[in-house]
C-alpha cells in the first residue's frame, strides 16, 4: 500500500516517507505527547498527524511511562516547556527528571528522545534544558517543514536502538506467552538472553525473578531480585520478593528485613505488614504477630486474610470471643463473601456456642442465596458439627446430605456422615459402610480416623496405614 503523503509542503518528503517506512513509522510507533497547555498540544498534534504519524496524549507522566513499559511503542516524546512562566516554569524540566529515574529501570528505553515544546526562552534556559536530558527545543507556533525535520533529527538518531526495542520487545512477548503456558524454563532462558545481549534492565530481572519462583529455583529468584536492589535501592517490589523468597525457604528473619525496607519506601503496605505478621506467626512468636496483623488491619480494613490471621491467633490464646469479634467485623464489610462466615461458625463452634454457630451459617446461607449461587459445602459441614455437638444427630446427618447434594464426592462429609451415625448409636454396619465409601475417595483420611479416639471401636474394620519414615 503507497504511504499517503503529508498535507502541506514538506520540503523533504521523499527522506520523510523513506526514513518513516525504514523505521515501521507509521506501523509500529507512536509520538507520546504531555502537555498542560491545550492550544498548543492541539497545534502541534494536528501537524504531527498531517505527517501521518500516529499520536497518543498523556495527562501525566506515569501514564507515558505505563504505556512504555506496557507497549514499548514510543518513539518520540514531546513534552511542554513554559520557562518564562511562573506556574509551567519547571513542568518540562521536572519531567525531564522523571524520565531519567524511569529511564534507570530499562536501558533498552533510555534513549527515548524528549523534545520540549515552547512559545518563547531566553539563552539563559537552553542551558538547564540540556543538562536535563532535552534532546531538542521546538518552539510555537511552527510549520509542518520544521516539525517533520525535528521528528527525522531526533529519530533517525535512535533507529538502532529501534530495532532493537523492536527485537526485545518480541523476545518478551515471546517469554510472557511461556509463563502463561507453564514453560517457565524456557521463559527464563529469553530474560536471560536479552540481559545478556541488552545490559541488566530492572524490568527484565523482575520478570526473570518472578519466572523462576514459578519454576521452584528459589535461590535464582534472590539473586536476580538482589540484583534489581542492587541497581535501584528504592525498587519496592524487588525487596518484596526478597521477603516472600526467603519466607519459603524458612528464612524468616531475612525476609523481615526485607518486607521492613518496602514499608520504609511504602508505610501504608498493609500487605507486608501482613507478611511480617505472618512470619512471626510462624515462629510462634504471637504477640508479634498480633502487633503488626494490627496495624496491617488499621491500614487496610478490606484485607480477608488478616481478620482470619488474627482470630487465630486469639483463639490460640484461648480468646474465641474476641475471634469471633474479629470475623464479625469482616462480614459486615462483605457480607458476600463466603469465607468470613465459613470462619466465623467455625470459631463459634470453638468457643462452644453452638446455637449462634447455626445461625452464623443461616446467614451465610441467605447471603449466598441472595447473590444468587449455591452455599459452599462448608457452611453445610460447619451445620452439621455444631448440630452434632448438641447430640441433634439426624438433623445433622441432614445437613451433611445437603451438602453432599453440591459435592458428592467431598470425603470430608462423607467422614462425618459416619461419625454423626456412630455418635448417634446407629448399627457398626451402617457406619462402617459410609466410612469405607468415605476411605474410597480419599484413603489418607484413616490417618484421622486412627487418630479419632471416639472411633476406637471401629478401628478393627480398617487396617492402620503403615507409618511414614
Same mark, same amino acid.
Given at each position: 500500500?503507497?504511504?499517503?503523503?503529508?498535507?502541506?509542503?514538506?520540503?523533504?518528503?521523499?527522506?520523510?516517507?523513506?526514513?518513516?517506512?525504514?523505521?515501521?513509522?507509521?506501523?509500529?510507533?507512536?509520538?507520546?505527547?504531555?502537555?498542560?497547555?491545550? #492550544?498548543?498540544?492541539?497545534?502541534?498534534?494536528?501537524?504531527?498527524?498531517?505527517?501521518?504519524?500516529? =499520536?497518543?496524549?498523556?495527562?501525566?507522566?506515569?501514564?507515558?511511562?505505563?504505556?512504555?513499559?506496557?507497549?514499548?511503542?514510543?518513539?518520540?516524546?514531546?513534552?511542554?516547556?513554559?520557562?518564562?512562566?511562573?506556574?509551567?516554569?519547571?513542568?518540562?524540566?521536572?519531567?525531564? $527528571?522523571?524520565?531519567?529515574?524511569?529511564?534507570?529501570?530499562?536501558?533498552?528505553?533510555?534513549?527515548?528522545?524528549? =523534545?520540549?515544546?515552547?512559545?518563547?526562552?531566553?539563552?539563559?534556559?537552553?542551558? #538547564?534544558?540540556?543538562?536535563?536530558?532535552?534532546?531538542?527545543?521546538?518552539?510555537?507556533?511552527?510549520?509542518?517543514?520544521?516539525?517533520?525535520?525535528?521528528?527525522?533529527?531526533?529519530?533517525?538518531?535512535? @533507529?538502532?536502538?529501534?530495532?532493537?526495542?523492536?527485537?526485545?520487545?518480541?523476545?518478551?512477548?515471546?517469554?510472557?506467552?511461556?509463563?502463561?503456558?507453564?514453560?517457565?524454563?524456557?521463559?527464563?532462558?529469553?530474560?536471560?538472553?536479552?540481559?545478556?545481549?541488552?545490559?541488566?534492565?530492572?524490568?527484565?530481572?523482575?520478570?526473570?525473578?518472578?519466572?523462576? =519462583?514459578?519454576?521452584?529455583?528459589?535461590?535464582?529468584?534472590?539473586? $536476580?531480585?538482589?540484583?534489581?536492589?542492587?541497581?535501584?535501592?528504592?525498587?519496592?517490589?524487588?525487596?518484596?520478593?526478597?521477603?516472600? $523468597?526467603?519466607?519459603?525457604?524458612?528464612?524468616?528473619?531475612?525476609?523481615?528485613?526485607?518486607?521492613?525496607?518496602?514499608?520504609?519506601?511504602?508505610? @501504608? !503496605?498493609?500487605?507486608?505488614?501482613?507478611?511480617?505478621?505472618?512470619?512471626?506467626?510462624?515462629?510462634?512468636?504471637?504477640?508479634?504477630?498480633?502487633?503488626?496483623?494490627?496495624?496491617?488491619?488499621?491500614?487496610?480494613?478490606?484485607?480477608?486474610?488478616?481478620?482470619?490471621?488474627?482470630?487465630?491467633?486469639?483463639?490460640?490464646?484461648?480468646?474465641?470471643?474476641?475471634?469471633?469479634?474479629?470475623?464479625?467485623?469482616?462480614?459486615?464489610?462483605?457480607?458476600?463473601?463466603?469465607?468470613?462466615?465459613?470462619?466465623?461458625?467455625?470459631?463459634?463452634?470453638?468457643?462452644?456456642?453452638?446455637?449462634?454457630?447455626?445461625?452464623?451459617?443461616?446467614?451465610?446461607?441467605?447471603?449466598?442465596?441472595?447473590?444468587?449461587?449455591?452455599?459452599?459445602?462448608?457452611?453445610? !459441614?460447619?451445620?452439621?458439627?455444631?448440630?452434632?455437638?448438641?447430640?441433634?444427630?439426624?438433623?445433622?446427618?441432614?445437613?451433611? @446430605?445437603?451438602?453432599?447434594?453440591?459435592?458428592?464426592?467431598?470425603?470430608?462429609?462423607?467422614?462425618?456422615?459416619?461419625?454423626?451415625?456412630?455418635?448417634?448409636?446407629?448399627?457398626?454396619?451402617?457406619?462402617?459402610?459410609?466410612?469405607?465409601? $468415605?476411605?474410597?475417595?480419599?484413603?489418607?483420611?484413616?490417618?484421622?480416623?486412627? @487418630?479419632?479416639?471416639?472411633?476406637?471401636?471401629?478401628?478393627?474394620?480398617?487396617?492402620?496405614?503403615?507409618?511414614? !519414615?
Amino acid at each position: 500500500m503507497k504511504t499517503p503523503e503529508p498535507e502541506g509542503n514538506f520540503k523533504n518528503l521523499r527522506k520523510w516517507n523513506k526514513t518513516k517506512n525504514a523505521l515501521g513509522l507509521q506501523a509500529n510507533w507512536r509520538i507520546g505527547l504531555f502537555f498542560y497547555l491545550k #492550544p498548543k498540544k492541539d497545534a502541534l498534534e494536528k501537524l504531527l498527524k498531517d505527517l501521518g504519524l500516529r =499520536v497518543t496524549s498523556f495527562d501525566a507522566p506515569e501514564d507515558l511511562f505505563k504505556r512504555i513499559s506496557d507497549k514499548n511503542d514510543i518513539v518520540l516524546i514531546f513534552c511542554d516547556w513554559e520557562p518564562q512562566k511562573e506556574a509551567s516554569s519547571r513542568i518540562g524540566l521536572n519531567f525531564l $527528571c522523571d524520565y531519567k529515574k524511569f529511564a534507570k529501570k530499562n536501558p533498552v528505553l533510555r534513549d527515548i528522545p524528549v =523534545v520540549l515544546v515552547t512559545y518563547h526562552f531566553t539563552a539563559n534556559d537552553l542551558s #538547564p534544558a540540556i543538562h536535563h536530558g532535552a534532546s531538542d527545543i521546538l518552539i510555537m507556533p511552527t510549520t509542518i517543514d520544521i516539525v517533520g525535520e525535528k521528528v527525522l533529527e531526533n529519530i533517525s538518531k535512535s @533507529e538502532e536502538k529501534l530495532k532493537i526495542l523492536a527485537e526485545t520487545s518480541e523476545l518478551m512477548d515471546r517469554a510472557e506467552e511461556f509463563v502463561r503456558t507453564g514453560n517457565y524454563r524456557a521463559a527464563i532462558k529469553i530474560y536471560e538472553d536479552v540481559i545478556h545481549e541488552h545490559g541488566a534492565a530492572v524490568e527484565v530481572l523482575e520478570k526473570q525473578a518472578e519466572a523462576c =519462583v514459578r519454576a521452584g529455583q528459589i535461590e535464582d529468584a534472590i539473586s $536476580c531480585y538482589k540484583k534489581c536492589v542492587a541497581i535501584e535501592k528504592s525498587n519496592a517490589r524487588a525487596c518484596q520478593g526478597l521477603g516472600n $523468597c526467603y519466607c519459603q525457604l524458612g528464612m524468616h528473619r531475612n525476609a523481615r528485613e526485607y518486607y521492613l525496607k518496602v514499608l520504609e519506601l511504602e508505610p @501504608e !503496605n498493609a500487605f507486608v505488614d501482613h507478611k511480617i505478621g505472618r512470619t512471626y506467626l510462624m515462629e510462634n512468636n504471637l504477640k508479634a504477630a498480633e502487633r503488626h496483623l494490627e496495624t496491617a488491619l488499621k491500614r487496610n480494613p478490606h484485607f480477608y486474610e488478616i481478620y482470619e490471621d488474627l482470630a487465630r491467633i486469639k483463639c490460640d490464646q484461648q480468646k474465641e470471643g474476641d475471634a469471633a469479634e474479629i470475623l464479625s467485623q469482616f462480614i459486615k464489610f462483605y457480607p458476600e463473601d463466603m469465607r468470613g462466615h465459613i470462619e466465623f461458625a467455625e470459631t463459634l463452634i470453638k468457643a462452644e456456642r453452638y446455637q449462634d454457630a447455626e445461625e452464623a451459617v443461616r446467614q451465610g446461607i441467605q447471603e449466598a442465596n441472595k447473590e444468587k449461587y449455591a452455599p459452599p459445602v462448608a457452611l453445610y !459441614n460447619r451445620w452439621g458439627i455444631a448440630l452434632r455437638k448438641q447430640d441433634k444427630y439426624l438433623a445433622a446427618i441432614q445437613k451433611y @446430605e445437603l451438602a453432599l447434594k453440591i459435592e458428592p464426592n467431598n470425603p470430608e462429609i462423607h467422614f462425618n456422615i459416619a461419625k454423626a451415625y456412630f455418635e448417634s448409636g446407629e448399627k457398626t454396619e451402617i457406619v462402617v459402610k459410609k466410612l469405607a465409601a $468415605c476411605f474410597e475417595i480419599d484413603p489418607s483420611l484413616k490417618d484421622e480416623f486412627w @487418630e479419632d479416639k471416639l472411633l476406637t471401636p471401629l478401628h478393627k474394620y480398617f487396617p492402620r496405614p503403615a507409618q511414614k !519414615n
